[in-house]
């Protein structure tokens, strides 16, 4: 049976927090700080769309590999950090195939500024498993939880489309992602390696939100 996405709600425009983005968060509306009220109501995460999205999509892709630690830490590099334009070409392969629905890819707006970008897929050796992949956030974001936003976000997309599980990989020198993916419940379940990095895997249950729970009762 097809999976289809759900149709994108319209966020509040009378200034007020959006209940739902709050709950997603473990974050009462009242008691938010005036930055993360402004924060919350502002995002919005959306499918990619090609014509809208694309010229945006491969900029955040540079700016975000380009300050990290990646492109000092591949396998053979002089630790340069020269930016190649082989990243470019992965996320172009992973986006064609959002066109086959091999690939389900989201992007978030804080106002008009593509600040995250993430990508689901069903894992290749579990079905019931949705494969979180190129999690990228803007470097001027930093810091800010739209890392963690954008995953939780990607958590819901993956329970609406009927995944009990979520798997997601990082390279070990990736701080950020280490940090973080421990910090939403994910657990450690094993290590590869590939010609370019060394890499960690995670994996979650995928357990209905508060929102969603408060939705159903």
């Not at 470097?139 to 963690?148: A, S, T, Y």
């Not at 973080?180 to 060394?198: N, R, S, T, V, W």
């Amino acid at each position: 049976m097809k999976r289809l996405m759900p149709k994108e709600k319209a966020m509040p425009t009378n200034g007020a927090i959006p209940k739902e983005r709050a709950l997603v968060l473990g974050v009462h509306p009242k008691s938010a700080s005036r930055k993360f009220q402004l924060l919350l109501h502002d995002v919005r995460v959306m499918p990619f769309d090609h014509d809208r999205d694309f010229a945006k999509a491969l900029v955040l892709n540079k700016d975000a590999i380009t300050k990290s630690d990646l492109v000092h830490a591949i396998k053979g590099s002089d630790g340069s950090g020269k930016y190649d334009e082989g990243w470019d070409w992965a996320l172009i392969r992973l986006l064609e195939e959002t066109k086959e629905n091999k690939m389900h890819f989201f992007v978030m707006y804080l106002g008009s500024r593509l600040v995250a970008m993430g990508g689901l897929s069903k894992d290749e050796h579990d079905g019931s498993t949705a494969y979180f992949s190129s999690l990228r956030v803007d470097p001027k974001n930093g810091r800010q939880g739209i890392g963690e936003t954008m995953m939780l976000e990607l958590e819901r997309r993956a329970r609406e489309l009927g995944y009990s599980v979520a798997k997601a990989e990082t390279q070990t020198v990736n701080d950020s992602m280490l940090e973080m993916l421990p910090k939403l419940g994910y657990g450690k379940i094993g290590e590869k390696q590939d010609d370019y990095f060394d890499y960690v895997i995670f994996r979650k249950k995928l357990l209905p939100s508060k929102e969603e729970i408060s939705r159903i009762n």
